[in-house]
């Protein structure tokens, strides 16, 4: 019996020798969109991006992590490279508040209790719930193409996918930081007003664009963060 508790103790132990740590920090960078509205350029931040993040590393191999960003979505015809775009000469801004929660992974080992210099490339995908405007063309814009203003229709709450790519190194023993680029599909195709039907079936004949798509929005940014805790496992690295 003795030599069970102790076998079932270092199994414990065991499975625990990796320190677990937490990091905390401020995320600042740029957004932009990609739908039926403006340029159609994949990374092409032209607002302002800000938040933070929490990561819980559980491993030298992956980390939970949790965000809170917000950023203001702006698109306009005029800057499309397309040139019936151009002649049409819609226009929409729409802010949006997004928390995230999913896996980061690493391709190297990340371990920030090693007294050594880390670095690595990362992928991170969770699942977003984000709050934003539903949009729709003003009355007048039915009658009078040249009336092509987009007026706010309803708040728009949506789950997103993130598919983000990302690179993080340590600066000192408590500090590190990352930049990351990072797309995000919606399941909503009316952060641009292209998609009224969503707000009101009788609507349908108003959609524009490719109703076939659905919008996406893209976070490119840096972000720095503090590290603390060095777990409760049996076995300590230190």
């Not at 969109?33 to 819980?56: A, C, E, Q, R, S």
């Not at 670095?119 to 009355?139: E, Q, V």
């Not at 340590?170 to 797309?183: H, N, Q, R």
């Not at 349908?204 to 840096?222: A, H, K, L, M, S």
Request: with cysteine.
């Amino acid at each position: 019996m003795r030599y069970f508790v102790v076998m079932v103790i270092v199994a414990l132990c065991g499975s625990r020798t990796y320190s677990q740590n937490f990091e905390v920090g401020p995320f600042i960078g740029g957004a932009n969109y990609i739908g039926d509205v403006g340029n159609t350029t994949y990374i092409n931040p032209n607002t302002p991006l800000f938040g933070g993040l929490v990561k819980w590393n559980r491993s030298d191999r992956h980390s939970f992590r949790f965000s809170l960003l917000y950023a203001q979505l702006e698109a306009d015809d005029a800057r499309s490279n397309e040139g019936r775009r151009q002649q049409r000469g819609y226009s929409f801004s729409n802010s949006i508040a997004e928390a995230s929660l999913g896996l980061e992974f690493t391709f190297w080992e990340w371990d920030l209790h090693a007294n050594t210099y880390q670095s690595t490339p990362y992928l991170y995908t969770g699942i977003n719930y984000y709050f934003a405007k539903h949009f729709m063309l003003n009355n007048e814009a039915y009658t009078n193409p040249a009336a092509n203003e987009l007026q706010e229709a309803g708040n728009n709450w949506e789950f997103s996918l993130p598919i983000v790519m990302g690179y993080k190194q340590t600066l000192t023993t408590f500090l590190s930081a990352g930049m990351e680029i990072g797309a995000r599909y919606t399941f909503t195709d009316n952060l641009d007003g292209s998609h009224p039907s969503e707000v009101e079936g009788d609507f349908q004949p108003y959609d524009f664009g490719n109703r076939n798509t659905t919008d996406w929005y893209v976070f490119t940014g840096i972000y720095f963060t503090f590290n603390f805790g060095r777990g409760s496992g049996c076995f300590n690295k230190y």
